[in-house]
């Protein structure tokens, strides 16, 4: 019987030798958000070597998290890629949020990264990502490279650009051109004799699907089809499923209003890394980042942030800061300037007009 099991683990053994490989993937690491993203949904960020995804709806802070992420590809040596398709990019907010960027003379920016703004269909944002691939495993770009593209549902295929297709033909270009091959490039990069990571977070618009009867509650989607979901190892839920559920921090003086701050959820609605998926984490968002969603946190980011806020409403005088929940009653000083706090908004309020952290 010991016989005939050896010969059993040899004839299997000389088969894996034929159709078996060995294989052996670095290990998980993942772009940091910071810390308080990382309490908020259980995961630090975007995780390298796949795809990802922040969905969600407008005003979110989905634009916020990507350059967090891109903050710290940029520490750790590594090239972030910025595909700009949606039009919203803001210089100022990005380096607020602590992206080393230099604007030039000219008006233009320059610093560790590449920046592109002039795609006008999805084939030629596949076409730029797999050239700069091609030039990386060339060895001429010998940099890990995190792809950030804002965003997915922004611009058609060459065939709806052109005026012949429509929303199906987008949806079967990203099928093909993501699903069924930049996916299986992003996802090489995870192999231990790759010398670099390849990585793609994307930013994707939003449609909401109405249930089949009136019990069924609303579900978000990604505009596209399906493909970029399926590809996507990660997707973060920023805000609610129906609508963006964030709620306003405002703060008036002279008679000039400003939100200084949203509070907003942030969840994990897809993991096919390690399963975790919280999704009750609420954040406040600002114009330098993440705080906790705590009085504590706005407290402390206001004493920070004073003379910033001050030179943005001007002049001398009141500065009264107004939050759209019931917990912050306390009168607190801004620098020389007292404020005091009153419930103005409702929770789960509209999006702000302002588009200041989106």
């Keep these: 019987m010991a016989l005939q099991k050896k010969t059993l683990a040899d004839q299997l053994a000389k088969i894996k030798e034929t159709f078996s490989s060995s294989t052996i993937y670095k290990p998980e690491e993942y772009y940091s958000c910071g810390e308080i993203f990382h309490k908020a949904c259980g995961v630090p960020g975007p995780i390298m070597g796949h795809i990802n995804m922040n969905l969600g709806h407008s005003n979110s802070s989905k634009t916020t998290a990507m350059i967090l992420a891109a903050k710290n590809a940029q520490s750790i040596g590594h090239l972030p890629v910025f595909i700009i398709t949606e039009k919203k990019w803001s210089w100022k907010y990005a380096t607020n949020l602590g992206l080393e960027a230099t604007k030039r003379e000219d008006g233009s920016w320059d610093g560790h990264f590449i920046f592109n703004d002039s795609f006008r269909y999805i084939e030629e944002v596949t076409d730029f990502i797999n050239k700069l691939i091609t030039e990386q495993e060339k060895g001429n770009l010998p940099y890990s490279l995190l792809f950030c593209w804002d965003s997915v549902g922004s611009i058609p295929c060459k065939m709806s650009f052109e005026g012949a297709g429509g929303s199906m033909h987008d949806a079967r270009v990203l099928a093909d051109k993501i699903g069924k091959g930049l996916s299986g490039r992003i996802t090489a990069s995870k192999k231990a004799d790759y010398p670099y990571y390849n990585t793609l977070l994307v930013i994707n618009q939003p449609w909401v699907a109405t249930g089949d009867n009136i019990y069924d509650p609303p579900?978000?989607?990604?505009?596209?089809?399906?493909?970029?979901?399926?590809?996507?190892?990660?997707?973060?839920?920023?805000?609610?499923?129906?609508?963006?559920?964030?709620?306003q921090i405002s703060a008036t003086k002279?008679?000039?209003?400003?939100?200084?701050?949203?509070?907003?959820?942030?969840?994990?609605?897809?993991?096919?890394?390690?399963?975790?998926?919280?999704?009750?984490?609420?954040?406040?968002?600002?114009?330098?980042?993440?705080?906790?969603?705590?009085?504590?946190?706005?407290?402390?980011?206001?004493?920070?942030?004073?003379?910033?806020?001050?030179?943005?409403?001007?002049?001398?005088?009141?500065?009264?800061?107004?939050?759209?929940?019931?917990?912050?009653?306390?009168?607190?000083?801004?620098?020389?300037?007292?404020?005091?706090?009153?419930?103005?908004?409702?929770?789960?309020?509209?999006?702000?007009?302002?588009?200041?952290?989106?």
């Design 219 to 247: 579900e978000i989607k990604a505009k596209g089809g399906e493909a970029m979901w399926l590809a996507s190892a990660l997707v973060f839920l920023f805000g609610k499923q129906k609508k963006s559920g964030i709620s």
């Design 254 to 358: 002279n008679a000039r209003k400003v939100v200084f701050a949203i509070r907003t959820k942030i969840s994990v609605i897809k993991n096919h890394v390690n399963g975790m998926q919280f999704q009750d984490g609420k954040v406040i968002v600002t114009p330098h980042g993440y705080i906790e969603d705590s009085t504590k946190s706005l407290e402390e980011y206001k004493k920070k942030y004073s003379s910033y806020w001050k030179e943005i409403l001007e002049g001398d005088g009141e500065i009264t800061l107004t939050d759209s929940t019931d917990y912050i009653e306390n009168i607190a000083k801004i620098s020389d300037d007292v404020s005091d706090y009153s419930n103005v908004f409702p929770d789960d309020s509209e999006d702000s007009d302002e588009n200041m952290f989106d």
